[in-house]
Every structure is written in C-alpha cells, then in structure tokens.
C-alpha cells in the first residue's frame, strides 16, 4: 500500500443483521476492501484513496438486498487508528488465549496472550473464522509444538504469533498487502516471538520455497480454491491444513476440491454460519 489516506464507505442495512452484515464484508473482501467496522445500521467499509471504485462496490451491493444506500468520505490513517482504539474489545478464545491492545486495562491474562497493533491490516481476532482457527489450532496442540508452521495470508499475524507462543519451532507469516506483512513483523517482536516468526509479503508461490507441518489459511473461498495445490505440496506428510473465510454453504466445494489432491478431511466448524475445514495428508 502506498497511500496513507482511505476511503470510509458507510453502508447503510435495512433491516440491519450481524448475519447481512458479514455477508456483505466477505463480498466486498473480494475488492481491495481491508477493514470493516459494524455500526448498526451502517457497515463501515475502508479502502485506500487509488483503490476506490464506485461502479465496483455498486456491483457487490446489488447483490445485497439489504444495503439501502451508502456514502463515501475520505478518512486520513491517522484518524482510523483512532476510530479502532474507540471500538476494539479484548477478544477471549475458550478462556485460553486472549487477544488485546495496549491501551486495553484490567484484562484477566490468560494461557496465550496476544497484544496487538492492525495499522490497518486485517485481523484484529473479533472475526468468527479466525476464533475458529485459533480453537482449532489449540485443539491439535502437538503438531504445532516443535515444528513448522506457515500462516498464510497472515494479516496482523495473530495466528502465526499464537503458533509460535504454543512451542512451534519456526513460523513463517505471508501476506500480499506490505503494511500487513510490516504490522506482521512488528506484532511479532512486541509479542517477543520475533526471533521464530519469520514474515514477507507475497503470494502463494512464496510456499515454494519450504515445506510445513501445519498451514494456517484464513483467507476467501476463492483465494483457498485456487490455492489449494500449492498448499498440497508444500505441506508435509501427515501435516495439518486448516482454512477459513467462508461460510457454511462453502464446504462441499472446499471438501472437493481438497479431496481431489488426496487431502483427507478431518473435521468441520461452524461459528454464526461461518466455516473452519480441518484437512491431513496422509
């Protein structure tokens, strides 16, 4: 990302749902939209200033029967960081890990505790399919431990992070978007992990470049079919795949096309109708 201003598109629901408005995220998550925030009865969209297209967002509102018209305002970064310390919530997973930022007080510590700073990346864990992972990941506690992990399209790395603070040997985190790989980085030192969390930025075809016990994808369903092979290969035998970022009625094509590279399904999560597939290869 190159520039520090952004759009805030305020989607206006009616009748306002949590469901029509995660809906709604995970269309426009296919655009470069990157953060979100629910303002009942509005959604808050934010893109960056150069990726703005009107006709593109009109396209995915169409398919919305519920958004009822929307506005668009510049927002510098700055006051987006701001609007996040005004809403963010310490996020709780199973009374194990807890998720929170500096200027959250009084939190009860927990196993694993994470502290973080977005600077605009995705994943701040208030997500129902990356406390869907992270209940995942805790449940095949032993293959983490002592070996390999990829958290692929990584964002603010909290996966990777809680990878690496449950004993995993080496993590790599990867993401497309630069700030997220930098805030990546940075949360990886400020949680003192920084020395086994590996991160760049690029796509899929960095995978290439090592093989792992356990991948972390939470992503788009598009983003995971297409990728699926790629994570085939680099995924070592008897490994742990686990993906998210899509609902419910995603699973049978997720199951396809991973049962057509010989990856076995182990496991299905649902959370508020979002979906976690847990996949081994054998």
Same mark, same amino acid.
């Given at each position: ?85 005004? +809403? ?9 890990? +807890? ?10 510590? +927990? ?8 600077? @605009? ?8 399919? +990356? ?20 958290? @692929? *399209? ?5 996966? *990777? ?76 035998? *008897? %490994? ?21 590279? %010989? ?9 508020? *109708? ?9």
């Amino acid at each position: 990302m190159n520039s520090q201003d952004y759009i805030e598109v305020a989607i206006r629901l009616d009748p306002f749902s949590e469901d029509a408005a995660d809906i709604l995220m995970a269309g426009l998550s296919e655009l470069p939209y990157d953060s979100f925030v629910t303002e009942a009865p509005f959604l808050k969209a934010y893109i960056q200033r150069e990726d703005y297209r009107p006709s593109d967002l009109k396209v995915i509102l169409s398919g919305c029967p519920e958004a009822a018209g929307f506005s668009a305002v510049l927002v510098p970064a700055r006051n987006w960081n701001q609007a996040w310390e005004d +809403t963010f919530e310490p996020v709780v997973v199973d009374g194990t890990v +807890t998720i929170k930022a500096s200027f959250n007080t009084g939190v009860p510590r +927990t196993r694993f505790n994470i502290w973080i700073d977005p600077k @605009m990346a995705f994943g701040t864990g208030s997500h129902h399919t +990356t406390y869907l992972m992270m209940q995942q990941m805790l449940a095949i506690g032993p293959a983490i431990r002592g070996h390999v992990v990829l958290d @692929m *399209g990584c964002g603010t790395a909290i996966l *990777g992070i809680l990878a690496a603070k449950m004993g995993a040997r080496k993590v790599f985190a990867v993401d497309i978007d630069a700030v997220a790989a930098r805030s990546a980085w940075g949360n990886a030192r400020w949680n003192r992990v920084g020395r086994r969390v590996e991160t760049a930025c690029g796509d899929a075809s960095l995978l290439q470049m090592g093989s792992y016990d356990v991948i972390l994808a939470n992503i788009h369903r598009n983003v995971i079919l297409q990728d699926l092979p790629t994570y085939e290969r680099s995924l070592r035998r *008897g %490994g742990h795949l686990l993906v998210s970022g899509f609902f419910e009625a995603d699973i049978p094509a997720v199951r396809s096309a991973a049962e057509s590279l %010989g990856l076995t399904v182990t496991g299905r999560f649902l959370r508020e *109708g979002w979906a976690c597939v847990t996949l081994r290869k054998f």
